[in-house]
Structures are given as C-alpha cells and as structure tokens.
C-alpha cells in the first residue's frame, strides 16, 4: 500500500485558503488519492479525490503534481465549521480498502 | 452522498457480554462493507472487509473469533464484539463503498463502546 505523509497540525485564518499537503511517493500509476475530513467524534466525510488531474468540487480543490508523488487539498475560503483532521488516503486497486495515515489537524482560527 | 447508518449510537455494556452493532447504506446497495475502530487520538484501523454472501476477511491482528461480521443483506452488515472487555472499548465505524467501480466510500457516524 502506498503510504501517506501529512503534517501533523496546520492553523489556517477564517476566510482565507487553507491548502493541506500530502506525499504519496510510493504511489502507482492507477492509484487513486482521497481526501476525507473527520470532525471530532463522527465518521470520516468524503470530500474529494483524484487519479492524475487536478478536480474541484463544491467543498474543495485537489491538486496532485505531475509525477503523482505528493498532493494539496485546498479549502478555498476557510471557514470555523471546517476545523478537523483531514484524512490523504491512497486507494488500493483491488479491494477498495483505506488504509488510514495520521491526517492533519486543521484549526480554523477566527 | 450515499448515507450510511449505525445502531446504535452509543452502548454501554459489562464486562463479559456481546455486543452486536449494525451499519446500513440507507440509499444504496453494497456487497462490501468495512469496519474500523478508532481508539481517542489516533487514526481510524481497518479491522475487516464484510462480504455479502462470503466470509468476511480480517485485517493482520484482528481476532476473527472476538470481532463476528455476518454481511445479512446488501444493505446490512453488523459487527459483534463476543465478550467484550475494557480493552474493547472504542469508537467503531462502518463504510460502504458506492459509485460506478465502487470508487467512493461513505462511512457511518460511528458507534462508542464503553465497556465497565
């Protein structure tokens, strides 16, 4: 399984972008990367993934680099609700398990 | 999305006894289902894939005997903790994956165990 880095904390201001790194470097080429947020004492929400192309959805942007290795979830206007740990998973192929890393713990300062 | 349900919410149990928790997809069928646990301050684990018709498949370290998955239906799979003890005690959650090749998994709310 390709294994995930995040840094363990990042604070963001209210309103601005919050952009959440993530090194997949192990990655395969037909590997998807997710994003999944969890806030405090409730199941993981889905937010966005990808496999090569940058996507965007109504709650976030997801940029992956070219060579795959490493991607950034952006949260375009930051807002207090959006205060949780954010989750990079690299999807396995076959089986569809995730396989959790240990996220980053977004603050959303006021 | 998909919206995937847990019963209960919460339990609380004695040491000793079993405890059997459910995870619905409300709107959607999956043959797969996952279970996790999630211990305070630390990641989600993957405990097991839940098949529906098939046994389930357990993650290393995971006691097959201790952790029963019966996958009843496609919109049901429940999770059953045999003489649960304190060590037990965690938050456990369900996901379905949905979506043309399955490509997106939605979880459920969870469910704490508290085992005195």
Not at chain 2, 84 to 90: L, V
Not at chain 2, 96 to 114: C, D, I, K, M, V
Request: proline content about 5%.
């Amino acid at each position: 399984d390709a294994k995930t880095t995040q840094p363990p904390s990042m604070d963001c201001a209210e309103g601005r972008a919050a952009n959440l790194p993530c090194n997949h470097s192990t990655i395969s080429g037909n590997e998807y990367v997710y994003w999944y947020r969890q806030i405090h004492s409730q199941g993981p929400q889905y937010i966005i993934h990808g496999l090569k192309n940058n996507e965007t959805n109504e709650m976030a942007s997801l940029i992956i680099t070219e060579d795959r290795k490493s991607s950034t979830l952006i949260l375009p206007h930051a807002t207090l609700r959006d205060t949780a740990v954010y989750y990079c998973i690299v999807r396995r192929t076959s089986g569809n398990q995730f396989y959790f890393g240990t996220g980053t713990s977004l603050t959303v300062i006021p | 999305g998909a919206v995937v349900s847990q019963h209960p919410s919460w339990v609380i149990c004695k040491s000793g006894t079993s405890v059997k928790i459910e995870c619905r997809s409300l709107d959607f069928q999956a043959t797969t289902m996952f279970w996790y646990r999630q211990f305070p301050k630390q990641s989600l684990m993957l405990m097991a894939t839940s098949n529906e018709g098939s046994k389930a498949t357990y993650e290393q370290g995971v006691e097959k005997d201790k952790f029963l998955i019966n996958h009843a239906s496609l919109t049901l799979s429940t999770l059953t903790v045999t003489s649960a003890h304190p060590e037990d005690s965690s938050f456990y959650i369900c996901s379905a994956p949905t979506g043309a090749s399955h490509e997106t998994q939605y979880f459920g709310p969870g469910t704490r165990l508290l085992v005195l």
